[in-house]
């Protein structure tokens, strides 16, 4: 059937988006596997990874002496420097989290514990950046942590420093919760440090600066600047977890504009779209009928307007567009 003047259509633009604080959780590790041998910290990534939408391998890079590497141990990520100054082991998350994230409100929550007889020098660091290189602090927003010798803790946005402070107490040799909340619609980032010392410190509100750029990488660094051999400085990490908290609503669609294709038995439909967000088009033959059906859907915003072809087979069609 070609269209002709005599084919009605309609078309109703609504909106729709996540609930308000509906959690949902992107991504979880455990690391509850049996031990593991040392460079291999991707046993049994099924398991440990079920609780999450997303899974993730990890890349390991490290420095200085051959005693420095990864290994899942008693359950735990364990990230071990030794003997040879200056030393980075760095382990960084293989999985662009980008997609689903992206206008969202969503935290990074871990927790850690370094020790070891090397503890004392050094730093431990994660970051959230736009690649998947290794400069952690610096590759985005990234905090570092000094444990001991009065230590305290520098946050970065890139390679500027955008807070810092010192604690009451030492934090090594203790497990501490660290949780960081992002608000990509406002550019900020809230770090709070739960430890079982120093109680609950809200370490501040950071700008963050991604640019353009829809991706989002995640990694842990454990540096010593100074350490003797037969020493090590050992950085522990349970429970990794990425929660979606809620979504911005995306913006108003408008007016949604029909244009008939000449010579073919399809339109074409055309509205304003938000940058990063969902859409499907959804159409039934009549209004006094329950239900709609999905004409369209992985429809991608770009920030502009989107087009999307749909072929017409009724004398009578109605169609909508959700965005989410």
């Known amino acids: 059937m070609k269209i002709n003047t005599s084919t009605s259509i309609a078309v109703a633009a609504l909106l729709g988006s996540l609930s308000a604080n509906a959690a ?51 359950g735990h990520l364990m990230m071990r420097i030794a003997n040879t100054p200056p030393t980075n082991n760095i382990v960084s998350l293989d999985t662009d989290f980008g997609p689903s994230l992206l206008n969202k409100v969503w935290t990074l929550s871990f927790s850690q514990n370094r020790t070891g007889t090397g503890v004392g020098n050094g730093w431990s660091g994660f970051a959230v950046g736009t690649n998947s290189t290794h400069e952690i ?49 406002s550019n900020t980032v809230s770090v709070v440090m739960d ?22 990488f995640v990694g842990f660094r454990n540096f010593v600047d100074l350490i003797d051999n037969f020493t090590e400085a050992d950085l522990y990490t349970d429970d990794l977890q990425i929660e979606v908290l809620s979504s911005e609503p995306p913006p108003e669609i408008g007016d949604v504009r029909i244009e008939i294709l000449p010579g073919t038995n399809a339109l074409a439909l055309t509205w304003f779209s938000g940058l990063g967000y969902g859409y499907t088009v959804e159409s039934k033959s009549s209004l006094l ?27 009578k069609s109605f169609y909508r567009v959700i965005g989410e």
């Open 24 to 74: 949902v959780t992107i991504f979880q590790d455990t690391f509850n596997t049996a031990d593991t041998p040392w460079g291999n910290v991707t046993n049994d990534l099924a398991a440990r990874q079920a609780g999450g939408t997303t899974s993730s391998t990890y890349s390991l890079v490290n420095d200085g002496d051959p005693a420095t590497d990864s290994v899942i141990f008693e």
């Open 289 to 315: 009928i329950g239900g709609w059906e999905t004409n369209r859907t992985g429809i991608f915003g770009t920030g502009g307007d989107v087009t999307v072809t749909t072929a017409v087979d009724q004398a």
């Open 195 to 216: 430890h079982p010392i120093i109680g609950v410190e809200n370490l501040g509100t950071f700008p963050t600066d991604f640019g353009t750029s829809n991706s989002r």
């Open 137 to 185: 602090p610096f590759a985005g927003f990234g905090l570092i942590i000094r444990g001991t010798g009065g230590g305290g803790w520098t946050a970065f946005n890139g390679w500027t420093v955008v807070g810092g402070g010192t604690f009451p107490e030492d934090v090594a040799h203790e497990w501490y919760d660290i949780t960081a909340t992002f608000n990509e619609a």
